[in-house]
């Protein structure tokens, strides 16, 4: 539910022109109004729809206002549902007290100021429209955690056996070799040993050094995101076997705050990442532009593309790697957007180039 989306206000009155009323008044308001001319008929409509607001009379007959106050509260979706009561018959305090001990959040007394009447209905609207929102983002955050939860445990299983099957056997055959190396009694023998676990140590060391340089690139902090961004797209481009081109400009980029160039890095390496994993693409195009007051980061492919609620990022069609992005330029005040490229998937960031992203040059030679 957007900012802009309608809430239901539920008026009940088993007067018509009361009810006509009430309409012409909270007509402004741009809201979903719904008219009941009894207790059972607004129960009903409560059971079948989700209502922000009730506004009722007390007098009814049948089931009064008080008792229908009561039977909406005693349901546990309606606990917190706005019921404003008005009345032109029971004015005392004892009335209005009563009102509010059924779980009232106003009582309004007769003759009605429709500009009174239009503020308070349109302030629990907007109450109700906020809670929805927040429940939603409470429920789109909860599957995200879970969702981190289970790829970290992934990330850690792939690392466990990266170790294990990679750097692990190589350590098992620099061992052997050892061994060898003490049980040899020619001098030509040991040195032949001595060479091949020093090999396999050098192809040991590598592995290490990758998997180091794919969690955390020395470049980024060393050199900055121009030049970590050039290893890291050859190297996928060779993985992968996706071709894939950089352009960054200006040719001379800035050095950003490290947290800022991570993130850049991150949103660029999951992109691509989603390019490998989901596309189809043959190829894919990375474009990093300072342009003075912000900082844009494009990535294009040639694929298949994606589905439109993923376009729009709607809550529950969107997974992590593309919650995780749209956070990070959050972080610094800008945004994620995606586009159908026609071919391909365009996922365009765009961040704000203040004052306090940028390292000042004596920082950077100091």
């Given at each position: ?47 079948k ?99 981190l ?29 050892l061994?060898?190396i ?35 690139p ?20 060779q993985?992968?076997?996706i ?15 490290p ?67 749209s ?40």
């Amino acid at each position: 539910m957007s900012t802009h989306d309608k809430v239901n206000i539920l008026m009940v009155d088993d007067q018509p022109g009361k009810l006509l009323s009430y309409e012409v008044i909270l007509g402004e308001l741009g809201e979903n109004l719904i008219k009941a001319t009894s207790g059972k008929e607004a129960l009903e409509f409560l059971l079948k729809n989700d209502i922000a607001v009730v506004l009722m009379d007390v007098s009814m007959p049948e089931i009064d206002g008080f008792e229908l106050a009561e039977m909406i509260r005693q349901h546990p979706r309606f606990q917190k549902t706005a019921i404003i009561f008005i009345s032109a018959v029971h004015l005392t305090d004892l009335d209005q007290l009563k009102g509010y001990q059924r779980g009232a959040v106003d009582y309004i007394s007769v003759p009605i100021i429709p500009e009174l009447l239009r503020a308070k209905v349109s302030v629990f609207a907007e109450l109700h429209r906020k809670a929805g929102q927040l429940e939603r983002l409470n429920a789109e955050l909860r599957r995200l955690s879970s969702r981190l939860i289970t790829m970290q445990d992934e990330e850690r299983r792939r690392i466990a056996r990266e170790l294990h099957d990679g750097l692990g056997q190589e350590l098992v055959a620099a061992k052997i070799s050892l061994y060898r190396i003490l049980q040899q009694t020619s001098e030509t023998a040991k040195q032949e040993a001595g060479n091949e676990a020093a090999k396999i140590l050098d192809r040991g060391i590598q592995q290490v050094r990758s998997m180091s340089h794919l969690l955390h690139p020395p470049l980024l902090d060393e050199v900055g995101l121009h030049s970590a961004l050039r290893w890291y797209i050859d190297g996928f481009a060779q993985r992968s076997g996706i071709e894939t081109t950089l352009e960054v400009q200006p040719n001379e980029f800035p050095r950003l705050t490290p947290e800022l160039e991570t993130a850049i890095f991150r949103i660029v390496q999951e992109s691509l990442s989603n390019v490998f994993r989901h596309s189809d693409a043959h190829q894919a195009w990375v474009t990093v532009n300072f342009q003075g007051t912000q900082i844009v980061a494009r990535v294009r492919d040639d694929g298949r593309g994606i589905a439109e609620s993923v376009v729009e990022q709607q809550p529950g069609s969107i997974g992590i790697g593309i919650g995780g992005m749209s956070q990070r330029a959050k972080e610094f005040g800008g945004e994620l957007k995606l586009a159908l490229a026609n071919p391909g998937t365009l996922v365009e960031t765009v961040i704000p180039c203040t004052a306090n992203v940028l390292l000042q040059e004596a920082r950077i030679t100091a």
